[in-house]
């Protein structure tokens, strides 16, 4: 019910007129380090992101892209800031931020000696879901995702892309509102890849809030509604492809990115 009105709101209305689903207020991610000092992975990022919305974050290998994810998945603490998940606060409500997310990463675990079917029924029961909802679910998802083929197979013996889409399965099988996906078709093949592009295209037809990191410039310009550049920890530029374009006077996304991030490197 509450997929449907929000789609239903996303449809007619802009971004700006709905109220957010994600709010990251000055968020901020320390580490020290014996040798190296103080590391400010985060470094006091502020965006925000709306119902139906995706939003991709951009950044180099070490820029802050995972942290600034984890952060809002809670499975790490800020060192200062805040951000609010579906209307609750990460710091103090994280278990009812986690009951309203699904988060997938290319290191998420799997339980090897469950089959497949087996993994997503258990995170289910977990989610409190009774079994006929936990059979439907699992029925629409393993159609979605064409998994039904690989559904009693061990999840020890998956490839990359089987696991990946278990991975996805698991994360979802509570309707959770908000989807935060970190890189989530790096080192797929192109049909695996195909495949969670397009489920992250239903998530935002459906009226989910997906927040989502890549390398892969291409996948940013074929699916967020906005984009965020983060470079060593701060988040440089926050806005449509377009508009990034014209503050950047380029064209192609990875010379927005590169004007943005290393704008030295452009005029050599």
């Not at 449809?11 to 380090?33: H, N, Q, W």
């Not at 951000?83 to 710091?91: E, H, I, L, S, T």
């Not at 339980?111 to 087996?118: F, K, Q, S």
């Not at 310009?221 to 377009?242: F, N, P, Q």
């Amino acid at each position: 019910m509450f997929l449907t009105l929000v789609l239903n709101l996303a449809g007619c209305a802009d971004f700006g007129t709905l109220s957010p689903m994600i709010v990251a207020e000055r968020l901020v991610k320390v580490y020290r380090d014996r040798k190296r000092g103080e590391i400010r992975a985060v470094d006091g990022v502020s965006f925000t992101v709306h119902a139906g919305e995706i939003f991709g974050l951009l950044g180099a290998n070490g820029a802050g892209k995972t942290t600034t994810l984890r952060l809002l998945g809670t499975l790490l603490q800020p060192t200062d800031g805040t951000a609010y998940v579906a209307g609750f606060d990460v710091r103090r409500e994280p278990e009812n931020v986690r009951a309203n997310i699904g988060f997938l990463s290319t290191t998420t675990a799997l339980y090897g000696r469950l089959t497949v079917r087996e993994m997503v029924e258990y995170f289910g029961r977990l989610h409190g879901l009774d079994e006929t909802t936990l059979r439907r679910r699992i029925e629409s998802i393993f159609t979605t995702l064409g998994m039904h083929e690989f559904a009693t197979a061990r999840c020890d013996k998956l490839s990359t892309g089987q696991k990946q889409r278990t991975s996805i399965a698991r994360s979802i099988i509570h309707e959770p509102t908000v989807m935060i996906f970190d890189e989530p078709t790096t080192g797929l093949d192109v049909m695996t890849s195909r495949t969670i592009v397009g489920f992250i295209r239903r998530c935002r037809e459906e009226g989910r809030t997906v927040v989502f990191s890549t390398h892969i410039m291409s996948e940013a310009e074929r699916l967020c509604d906005r984009i965020g550049i983060i470079h060593a920890g701060r988040l440089v530029a926050v806005g449509t492809l377009d508009e990034l374009r014209r503050q950047t006077g380029a064209t192609v996304l990875e010379e927005v990115f590169l004007r943005l991030v290393a704008p030295d490197a452009m005029e050599g």
